[in-house]
């Protein structure tokens, strides 16, 4: 087995990246900003009337990697690997250009029989002021990689409250959307290539699970945070199901009361075109 | 009037500009390569199987400006300003990245009376070569700015078969192309902000008129070219409707023949949704 369940604890070397205001506005198309043409235009443009350029607080998973720490685990097939779960918490509002420092540590490897679960936590600090801007923490599912019989991970806690949402917001992914999405980073051919999406054993390339992510921190945005990318604290989800191009995502949001440091909580789920759960066990806190 | 009809021959400094293979991807979305996702992978990818990323050659009218000696003419509202007519003329394929040297000059400036019609020619130099890559023809028409009393300009004779077309190829525009469009370069608020639209006199923003002119060279690749990007020699049209985002685009070619130096030619009118030509008196060579 290639990869090293002992790599818990690993941290990568701190790493810099910066952003321009094109990035921002790149990301945001990229995660369907601007589908509803008059809405959204301060993160789709940066000269319209009246409107000052922002971005998107899911950009922080494209933005310092955050899994640095991975290079660490040992030798894998990258084309088995699926993102798990991202969870990104927001100290405050990213702006529209930046450079951050980042550090990435491997928080915990499972072994869940068919494959391994990797862990990983990463802190972003913002150059200018020496400040944290967010952290995040992401797990990947690497299959084929489990059954060295170790621990299977902690459970989540996680309870929908009974009844109808709150709050539904339907977006379109486009066809071509993992060709839009990939331009801010995550050149993975799975999302593109159909001949390296069959090796991983799909029948088309996948959107990009942290697409669906930003769309459904759109629709988190829309339904609690009257599109004010200030007032989203945290985000978590897991990826229950892989999503085609083109397919219709559902976010659907519960309140669920209030949070720490006077934030509110929610809890969501995403679904695809066909009513299944593509993002699961949401979580999210905002003001 | 603010601008000088004696500004003919006035020529730009050489201006240089570089490209990158992100670039290239990026104009290719702009112009909706990639919504028949397994089409068109060598335009929207750079590591997919067995395929070689090649940029399409419309792409030429983002590179190396162009229109570098309209500052030479004057001041005018740029909100007036519309696209009237674009030609290329590609010396060879364009490379996935590199560096030109541009110069362009005004070489006509006509009373249409309601406003007046700039043209003005570039030609872009491959730096790493020093040969030419491209050169291209660009009008202008600026409402408000005619009526001067002078020379209206060369008629164009152009003739368009009798018959249906030989070839037809649709697409769909996004509503949100023009956001993706414009991070090519053109950040001209007119395709993105309803307000500064309603200055120009549009109901909304408006798509840009080169973004037409790639979908359209797209679908002369098609029809023409089996796909193959080398093979366009040259392809002019006129910006006649304009379009909005969302809008499909039907491209309707009629084979003409044999031009110069062994290429084919072609002739071509673009409709929008609704069957209005909006680009029109095309013509294209190729081989």
Same mark, same amino acid.
């Given at each position: 087995?290639?990869?090293?369940?002992?790599?818990?604890?690993?941290?990568?070397?701190?790493?810099?990246?910066?952003?321009?205001?094109?990035?921002?506005?790149?990301?945001?198309?990229?995660?369907?900003?601007?589908?509803?043409?008059?809405?959204?235009?301060?993160?789709?443009?940066?000269?319209?009337?009246?409107?000052?350029?922002?971005?998107?607080?899911?950009?922080?998973?494209?933005?310092?990697?955050?899994?640095?720490?991975?290079?660490?685990?040992?030798?894998?097939?990258?084309?088995?690997?699926?993102?798990?779960?991202?969870?990104?918490?927001?100290?405050?509002?990213?702006?529209?250009?930046?450079?951050?420092?980042?550090?990435?540590?491997?928080?915990?490897?499972?072994?869940?029989?068919?494959?391994?679960?990797?862990?990983?936590?990463?802190? *972003?600090?913002? /150059?200018?002021? +020496? !400040?944290? $801007?967010?952290? @995040?923490?992401?797990?990947?599912?690497?299959?084929?990689? &489990?059954?060295?019989?170790?621990?299977?991970?902690?459970?989540?806690?996680?309870?929908?409250?009974?009844?109808?949402?709150?709050?539904?917001?339907?977006?379109?992914?486009?066809?071509?959307?993992?060709?839009?999405?990939?331009?801010?980073?995550?050149?993975?051919?799975?999302?593109?290539?159909?001949?390296?999406?069959?090796?991983?054993?799909?029948?088309?390339?996948?959107?990009?699970?942290?697409?669906?992510?930003?769309?459904?921190?759109?629709?988190?945005?829309?339904?609690?945070?009257?599109?004010?990318?200030?007032?989203?604290?945290?985000?978590?989800?897991?990826? *229950?199901?892989? /999503?085609?191009? +083109? !397919?219709? $995502?559902?976010? @659907?949001?519960?309140?669920?009361?209030?949070?720490?440091? &006077?934030?509110?909580?929610?809890?969501?789920?995403?679904?695809?075109?066909?009513?299944?759960?593509?993002?699961?066990?949401?979580?999210?806190?905002?003001?």
């Amino acid at each position: 087995m290639p990869i090293n369940p002992d790599a818990v604890g690993a941290k990568s070397e701190p790493t810099r990246q910066s952003w321009t205001s094109k990035d921002a506005l790149l990301y945001a198309v990229g995660v369907g900003a601007g589908q509803e043409p008059l809405e959204e235009l301060q993160y789709t443009t940066e000269n319209s009337t009246d409107i000052d350029q922002r971005v998107l607080p899911t950009m922080a998973v494209v933005l310092g990697g955050g899994g640095g720490a991975f290079a660490q685990i040992g030798s894998f097939n990258p084309a088995m690997l699926v993102h798990g779960e991202q969870q990104i918490s927001l100290h405050r509002e990213i702006p529209v250009e930046g450079e951050i420092e980042t550090v990435s540590e491997i928080t915990g490897i499972y072994d869940k029989g068919k494959g391994a679960v990797v862990v990983s936590e990463a802190t *972003s600090t913002l /150059v200018s002021d +020496g !400040e944290p $801007l967010f952290s @995040k923490t992401m797990s990947a599912f690497i299959r084929g990689e &489990g059954g060295w019989g170790g621990d299977s991970g902690p459970a989540l806690e996680w309870e929908r409250p009974d009844g109808d949402p709150d709050e539904v917001v339907t977006y379109t992914t486009r066809p071509e959307q993992a060709l839009i999405y990939r331009l801010s980073g995550d050149r993975n051919p799975l999302h593109a290539d159909p001949q390296f999406a069959a090796m991983g054993g799909f029948d088309r390339p996948i959107l990009h699970g942290l697409c669906t992510y930003g769309f459904t921190g759109r629709g988190l945005l829309r339904a609690l945070c009257d599109g004010d990318s200030a007032r989203l604290r945290s985000m978590y989800g897991r990826f *229950s199901s892989p /999503v085609l191009p +083109g !397919e219709d $995502l559902t976010v @659907k949001v519960w309140r669920t009361g209030d949070g720490p440091d &006077g934030a509110s909580t929610a809890v969501f789920q995403t679904e695809g075109s066909d009513g299944r759960v593509v993002l699961d066990k949401g979580t999210c806190s905002y003001t």
